[in-house]
T-cell receptor
């Protein structure tokens, strides 16, 4: 089984400042890693995903994340945030190479509320 | 292309009643997954369907059930509602046979309140 820990439940940051949202995972098998964003009263939208290859992954809206296998982390970063980035961010994992349907299951972290202040 | 649609968007029920929620995937998508989102438990996987067959099920009691139709539309049903079933129920669709590398596209959710 996999588990995901998002270390910060709330992150306030001023507009145009950089931000890092932290995510650590635990798994007995290799995993795929995802970051989703949820705006108020909306569903989740995929920001980026790591499947294999380069450990630095670039996503939409200027976000990027780096996979660190030794530290089992997948932190999300943005060099300069905007008011419109205010939302809840979820890190998620799913298992690699499991042939049963359970491989499809996304296991989510508890979320980080990013609030961008003017 | 239209996104994932869920109906109704808001629902209020009382304990003991049952409820049916509907999800229409993106046109051409054949896999549909359901998730429950609550402040206490976060996002939890309910079940996944492909080609009218349940492919995977999360750790929820039998009161939670679902089905998928030949046009890939899906419904989930909760019987004998409990206060703890109050949640945002999210549906997600993806293109083909369940594959963890496929992107899941989420709908806006149905907010269920149980009184």
């Amino acid at each position: 089984a996999q588990s995901v820990t998002q270390l910060d439940s709330q992150v306030p940051v001023f507009e145009e400042a950089p931000v890092e949202l932290r995510c650590n995972y635990s798994s007995s098998v290799s995993v795929y890693l995802f970051w989703y964003v949820q705006y108020p009263n909306q569903g989740l939208q995929l920001l980026l995903k790591y499947l294999s290859g380069s450990t630095l992954v670039k996503g939409i809206n200027g976000f990027e994340a780096e996979f660190n296998k030794s530290q089992t982390s997948f932190h999300l970063r943005k060099p300069s945030v905007h008011i419109s980035d205010t939302a809840e961010y979820f890190c998620a994992v799913s298992a690699v190479g499991i042939s049963s349907g359970s491989a499809r299951q996304l296991t989510f972290g508890s979320g980080t509320q990013l609030t961008v202040l003017p | 292309k239209a996104g994932v649609t869920q109906t109704p968007r808001y629902l209020i029920k009382t304990r003991g009643q049952q409820v049916t929620l509907s999800c229409s995937p993106i046109s051409g998508h054949r896999s549909v997954s359901w998730y429950q989102q609550t402040p206490g438990q976060g996002l939890q996987f309910l079940f996944e369907y492909f080609s009218e067959t349940q492919r995977n099920k999360g750790n929820f009691p039998g009161r939670f059930s679902g089905r998928q139709f030949s046009n890939s539309r899906s419904e989930m049903n909760v019987s004998t509602l409990e206060l703890g079933d109050s949640a945002l129920y999210l549906c997600a669709s993806s293109l083909g046979f369940p594959n963890p590398t496929d992107t899941q596209y989420f709908g806006p959710g149905t907010r269920l309140t149980v009184l």
